[in-house]
């Protein structure tokens, strides 16, 4: 098999000869430019897409045109939603854009299916995927559900920070203040420093932008 594809998927090395065949045989690499809308709500599944490199966005959008990213597909990942799509035989529910340019492994939904029922390691990369997904899903649950952690997570930022625009606390230390877990703070972080309004360092947070938290925290 393809040393680049291993090397981003080394779960792969551990497939029989029989699918390491199919897979090769079947599989394409595919560069999709940054933007591209890779599925839409309602569009059939046709492909299992696995990222090698740049950032695939899965967002709903409701009727009113409000938008919430429920996660996104990075190097070595899947789209758990296409996952349950090919597995269930039902539409997307969602829509997927290239975040940035986008290096990916696309399997035709025929070839998914045929190494899911006789690959065991195959299965196990796919469904180990599927897990983890569904636990970042799970927290984005609870974010919607028990209050907007993004905006109590601004407001705290603003509260704690120095003169300097230093809020010093590790990520366990924010969670426990907010009542949250630590994954939830540190997603939501990753999301302040990619809008540019923060900078992580190891146990505090620069603020870089005290007008773009001031905008979430004061919108409540």
């Known amino acids: 098999m393809d040393g680049d594809i291993v090397a981003s998927f080394p779960q792969f090395a551990k497939l029989d000869s029989d ?15 940054a933007g591209t809308v890779l599925f839409q ?35 070595g990942q899947s789209c758990v939603l296409t996952t349950n799509c090919l597995i269930a035989r039902e539409d997307y529910a969602a829509e997927g ?14 070839t998914f299916r045929t190494l899911l029922g006789h690959s065991e390691a195959f299965r196990d990369f796919v469904f180990s995927a599927y897990a983890a997904r569904i636990g970042d899903l799970l927290m984005l649950i609870e974010e919607v559900a028990f209050g907007r952690v993004d905006v109590r997570l601004a407001a705290w930022l603003r509260q704690h920070a120095d003169s300097g625009g230093h809020a010093r606390a590790t990520h366990q230390e924010i969670a426990v203040e ?21 900078c992580l360092h190891r146990g505090r947070v620069e603020i870089r932008d005290a007008k773009g938290l001031s905008s979430l925290s004061d919108g409540v």
């Open 19 to 33: 699918s390491t065949r199919l897979l090769r045989d079947s599989a394409r690499v595919a560069a999709i430019p």
């Open 41 to 75: 709500d309602g569009a059939e599944c046709s492909s299992y897409v696995l990222v090698m490199d740049g950032s695939i966005r899965v967002q709903k959008v409701a009727e009113n045109g409000r938008e919430i990213v429920l996660y996104r597909v990075e190097s």
């Open 178 to 198: 907010l009542g949250t877990a630590r994954e939830v703070v540190s997603r939501q972080l990753k999301e302040f420093e990619r809008r540019g309004w923060v």
């Open 97 to 110: 854009i290239a975040e940035t340019d986008v290096r990916a492994l696309v399997l035709p939904a025929a």
